[in-house]
């Protein structure tokens, strides 16, 4: 009988054996990402949940205890998910802030905007000081040439904590990053035929997209952080939609479209399919960035080519 379990053991798999590390994740492009670097040796936890807003999410108990118990949390920063960085504070775990990662290419949110959120924070409450409007634009997973950096920060960060399994990391992040180069190149191809085109979003959650891809993104409904915009911000862009300035607006799934909507009436802008910037509404999983990458060149695609 001793021998007969010895044996079992000995032919179990490697990742059975070891100590893998808990990792926590924010939101589902991080959690695809990282996913995919850590293959079949473990599941990472993802925080935000269907169909949530990632700038303004409640923390559930069993989700606040996954942070406590978390060996590393891999997200994009306090700009993004003040609630994450609040949750932080008495965390142990290790930390990769991707946005603050030396070799991610970060920009600014567009032109003019922080004018109009600096205007609105003049009347914000302090529980609406909690999240950044100006400055560095978080969405930053939006552009793939992040994607494919943070898929080798992954595997270091998770090789520091495991050793042990270190190869298999690097092996997968360097899958991963193969993965999204080819992702890059379809999307960089379909996306060719509307560079022209003006539309405007719900948020200002695609710079890097149209940026990355040299796409018409002039305008956006709300602001950074998907907070309602002020009466001078709702004057500007009707009269930009009447004017005929844009070729679509496109709504978000997690937002109410009413507002935008409403705005359009009496103009020639088309209404397209609501965008998801961060996938809240997508199966979530290893393939989550992509499909969340692909979704937004789609529905762009289907309205601006029309």
Same mark, same amino acid.
């Given at each position: 009988m001793r021998y007969i379990i010895s044996l079992a053991l000995a032919t179990l798999p490697t990742a059975a054996l070891a100590e893998v590390p808990n990792v926590v994740t924010d939101i589902p492009p991080v959690h695809a990402l990282v996913a995919q670097v850590m @293959?079949? =040796? @473990? +599941?990472p936890i993802l925080l935000l949940e269907k169909g949530a807003d990632e700038h303004d999410f409640q923390l559930r108990p069993s989700q606040m205890q996954s942070i406590a118990d978390a060996d590393t949390v891999i997200w994009i920063g306090p700009e993004l998910t003040p609630w994450l960085d609040r949750a932080m +504070?008495?965390?142990k775990a290790v930390s990769l802030v991707l =946005?603050? !990662?030396k070799d991610t290419e970060t920009q600014a949110y567009p032109e003019g905007q922080g004018e109009e959120e600096e205007a609105h $924070?003049? !009347?914000a409450t302090d529980t609406e000081h909690d999240h950044a409007h100006d400055g560095t634009d978080?969405? !930053?997973w939006m552009n793939p040439v992040n994607a494919a950096i943070w898929a $080798?920060?992954?595997a270091a960060d998770l090789s520091a904590l495991d050793p042990e399994h270190a190869p298999t990391y690097a092996a997968n992040a360097a899958a991963t990053k193969a993965r999204i180069q080819a992702m890059d190149a379809e999307i960089t191809a379909q996306l060719s035929a509307i560079k022209d085109k003006p539309f405007v979003t719900f948020h200002a959650a695609y710079g890097y997209f149209a940026a990355h891809y040299g796409l018409a993104h002039h305008g956006s409904l709300a602001l950074g952080d998907a907070t309602t915009p002020g009466a001078a911000k709702l004057t500007e862009l009707q009269a930009e939609l009447k004017s005929g300035a844009y070729s679509c607006a496109f709504p978000e799934v997690q937002h109410d479209p009413a507002m935008l909507t409403q705005l359009m009436q009496g103009t020639a802008t088309k209404l397209g399919a609501a965008l998801d910037p961060v996938g809240s509404s997508l199966p979530f999983g290893p393939d989550a960035y992509d499909n969340l990458m692909r979704s937004i060149a789609n529905t762009l695609t $289907?309205? =601006?080519n029309g």
């Open positions: @293959g079949n =040796l @473990g +599941t +504070t008495d965390s =946005l603050d !990662a $924070d003049e !009347a978080p969405h !930053a $080798d920060l992954i $289907d309205c =601006l």
